[in-house]
């Protein structure tokens, strides 16, 4: 009855990072029936948070290898011990808040986990032995809250001064739930089996008479009648052949194979039940037989509904116009016979690409979008073959080209091709001058007289000018004397000094 983690489970519910498992940081298996931890170590190793409340899970495992795991979520659950999280060493927060924890001695088992600083017990029979917190305040020392409520200096070490006595008190508080829930374990199967004794008697009683031990003749058959024995060899033989009671499971049971008492569950649920495990589990399967059986009452089986025969073409075969979605689209080259079709559709932005299904066919082209239909008649032919379509990332549409069959691709003529690289081209630019005749640029007349005149760089002859051999003709530079100098009069001349030239 107890649902099991799967991969598709685990993948339906890993949306938000695209259905990758491998990388999953964050899950949420809640309100899911689930019985077990399993497939989570191995299949999801980078989790970091971890919810898993309100289920049927019983025992903490399968969950040490998660190294990366920081809040771990297991409130409303059947755990009756605190055990397998040595291995989670990033765990900071753990909330077994309403289970069944009673031996308070597990939570020794978390003073490995040296980064858990959040610890929620609230709830659970440990909870309300006398020097609870205290126990849970020397048991682990890493930690700043206890159910919600911060830990002070002052509070542990007046915890650490009275811990011989604590513990003593604890243990023996242990010892007392335990024997209690035996005994309740105890009577819970006495009630049990007598209940089971007392539905077979009645069963058998009603479909073989005589079951009770009492004489009886089978006057009813064709064969002669015959008188049973209790203990007779014949009644051996009849007694082994009859059909055992079958124990079903909901999730597995047909329409002819499901039975619901409807008084039976009436009584169950005014009847008051003791909060344990046991009752938990067996409260779940009451309820799901009670909404399986309010399901066939109103005809909402859980059998998948067919699907609407749609029509998608007319009775003389042309395809119909359908926009089941309500999208916007656009349809261009309708006018032109020259260009493709092209549609865009207005497709919803997060919509995940392998949720849409194009058929581009010669006369319609249909796109599919989570059973919804978008069809779109068309004109003229088309070579599907030919066509593509794209999606935007920026907007989702999706465009589909569509080239027709009749589609004439003309070349462009020179006239037209030369008309383009001269469209830009005005004539009065200087552009348009001819290339082989020089332009100069304009010089001030004063920067003439004192600059190089680069006319004079001419070629010696001008038969000779294919030899490439250039002469640069000298100007003539008048000297300009210097004035001499007088002088001084206590200069004396050194025979020895050489003259200045």
Do not use: C
């Given at each position: 009855m107890a649902t099991r983690i799967t991969l598709d489970l685990i993948r339906k519910r890993a949306e938000h990072n695209d259905r990758e498992i491998s990388t999953l940081e964050e899950l949420s298996l809640h309100q899911e029936n689930i019985g077990r931890i399993e497939l989570l170590d191995n299949a999801c190793r980078k989790l970091k948070i971890l919810y898993l409340q309100n289920n049927l899970i019983g025992k903490i495992e399968n969950v040490g290898r998660l190294k990366d795991l920081v809040y771990l979520n297991l409130a409303l659950n059947n755990i009756i011990k605190i055990e397998g999280l040595s291995g989670c060493e990033c765990l900071q927060k753990l909330d077994l808040t309403v289970n069944f924890v009673g031996d308070l001695?597990?939570?020794?088992?978390?003073?490995?986990?040296?980064?858990?600083?959040?610890?929620?017990?609230?709830?659970n029979p440990c909870s309300n032995f006398d020097g609870y917190r205290e126990y849970v305040l020397c048991a682990l020392p890493q930690l700043k809250q206890l159910d919600g409520i911060e830990i002070t200096k002052s509070e542990r070490i007046k915890a650490h001064q009275n811990?011989?006595?604590?513990?003593?008190?604890?243990?023996?508080?242990?010892?007392?739930?335990?024997?209690?829930?035996?005994?309740?374990?105890r009577k819970r199967q006495l009630k049990k089996e007598k209940e089971e004794s007392k539905r077979l008697s009645t069963t058998n009683k009603s479909k073989n008479p005589g079951y009770d031990g009492s004489w009886y003749c089978d006057i009813k058959g064709k064969e002669e009648p015959k008188i049973v024995e209790l203990n007779s060899d014949d009644e051996d033989e009849e007694t082994s052949n009859k059909p055992k009671p079958v124990h079903k499971d909901l999730s597995d049971s047909s329409d002819s194979e499901f039975e619901y008492d409807e008084e039976a569950?009436?009584?169950?649920?005014?009847?008051?039940e003791e909060f344990s495990p046991e009752g938990r589990v067996e409260a779940a399967l009451h309820a799901k037989k009670q909404q399986?059986?309010?399901?066939?009452?109103?005809?909402?089986?859980?059998?998948?509904?067919?699907?609407?025969?749609r029509n998608f073409?007319?009775?003389?075969?042309?395809?119909?116009?359908?926009n089941e979605a309500g999208l916007d689209f656009e349809l261009s080259g309708q006018m032109e016979p020259n260009e493709p079709y092209v549609l865009d559709l207005a497709v919803y932005k997060h919509l995940d690409t392998n949720a849409i299904e194009l058929d581009v066919q010669p006369t319609y082209v249909r796109v599919t979008i989570k059973e919804r239909v978008f069809q779109l008649s068309l004109l003229e032919e088309v070579n599907p073959d030919r066509g593509k379509a794209e999606r935007s990332k920026v907007?989702?549409?999706?465009?589909?080209?569509?080239?027709?069959?009749?589609?004439?691709?003309?070349?462009?003529?020179?006239?037209?091709?030369h008309k383009v690289t001269t469209a830009d081209k005005s004539p009065n630019s200087k552009t348009n001058a001819n290339p082989s005749s020089?332009?100069?640029?304009?010089?001030?007349?004063?920067?003439?007289?004192?600059?190089?005149?680069?006319?004079?760089?001419?070629?010696?002859?001008?038969?000779?000018?294919?030899s490439g051999l250039l002469t640069l003709k000298q100007r003539k530079i008048g000297t300009i004397s210097a004035p001499t100098r007088q002088n001084d009069s206590d200069f004396e001349d050194d025979s020895d000094v050489p003259p200045l030239e």
């Open positions: 001695t597990t939570v020794k088992s978390l003073k490995k986990n040296e980064q858990l600083n959040q610890l929620y017990l609230t709830g811990i011989e006595n604590i513990e003593r008190e604890i243990l023996e508080q242990v010892r007392d739930y335990e024997k209690d829930q035996e005994a309740k374990r569950e009436r009584r169950y649920w005014e009847e008051e399986e059986y309010s399901d066939r009452q109103k005809g909402n089986k859980k059998e998948k509904k067919k699907k609407k025969k073409f007319r009775p003389d075969g042309s395809p119909r116009n359908m907007t989702g549409h999706l465009q589909v080209t569509m080239p027709k069959v009749n589609q004439v691709i003309t070349s462009i003529s020179k006239n037209e091709k020089s332009t100069y640029l304009e010089v001030d007349e004063k920067a003439k007289k004192g600059a190089v005149n680069v006319g004079d760089i001419v070629s010696e002859n001008k038969k000779s000018t294919n």
